[in-house]
T-cell receptor, first 117, second 113 residues
């Protein structure tokens, strides 16, 4: 049972380069999200998805794109990397027990540590 | 949107003491409040959560209390142990805000043997 898998674990980019952070879950969860974690700021939501083909912006979406073509995968694309995007990125997935029950636990991947120089 | 404030930012206790971490939130429609523990270099993991129809929830040495009128909730850890040392995050979410957790800034808890 892999849960939520992120690749790569570490990445160094040069300013202006683009790349894609991969996230895959094998729990058939409807909801997937991307967060960035910076010291003293907790985790901030970048983008999220409520199902295949549906995505929306979170708190800090600028400079990032997402797509959700399948239930399992939710890649995060950095269009033109900037030093301000140096951070630890976490992907998370969760599911719903139905309309009358609030969403349940978010399961996190192991994170991707990104450095932009 | 939702805003979650968490205090203190650091907390140092002796083994066996209790630790309390407090969070306030701004969106009165939020009704799900999880707490996550993150050990150094690891992913956040859920330790306890509470929903707005409940005022208190306990799980062994961990408890969470919720005051919806005042819009604050707290994490209580009793009989702390060195392995409780970690960063703790509170979060809040509306039931209709699928996949959208708003996190507090985190508390670094250190338990000294």
């Amino acid at each position: 049972n892999a849960g939520v898998t992120q690749t790569p674990k570490f990445q160094v980019l040069k300013t202006g380069q683009s790349m894609t952070l991969q996230c895959a879950q094998d729990m058939n969860h409807e909801y997937m999200s991307w967060y960035r974690q910076d010291p003293g700021m907790g985790l901030r939501l970048i983008h999220y998805s409520v199902g295949a083909g549906i995505t929306d912006q979170g708190e800090v979406p600028n400079g990032y794109n997402v797509s959700r073509s399948t239930t399992e995968d939710f890649p995060l694309r950095l269009l033109s990397a900037a030093p301000s995007q140096t951070s630890v990125y976490f992907c998370a997935s969760s599911y719903s027990l139905g309309q009358l029950t609030p969403n349940t636990e978010a399961f996190f991947g192991q994170g991707t540590r990104l450095t932009v120089v | 949107g939702e805003n979650v404030e968490q205090h203190p930012s650091t907390l140092s206790v002796q083994e066996g003491d209790s630790a309390v971490i407090k969070c306030t939130y701004s969106d009165s429609a939020s009704n799900y409040f999880p707490w996550y523990k993150q050990e150094l270099g690891k992913r956040p993991q859920l330790i306890i959560d509470i929903r707005s129809n409940v005022g208190e929830k306990k799980d062994q040495r961990i408890a969470v209390t919720l005051n919806k009128t005042a819009k604050h909730f707290s994490l209580h850890i009793t009989e702390t142990q060195p392995e409780d040392s970690a960063v703790y995050f509170c979060a809040a979410r509306r039931s209709t805000s699928y996949g959208k957790l708003t996190f507090g800034q985190g508390t670094i808890l250190t338990v000294h043997p």
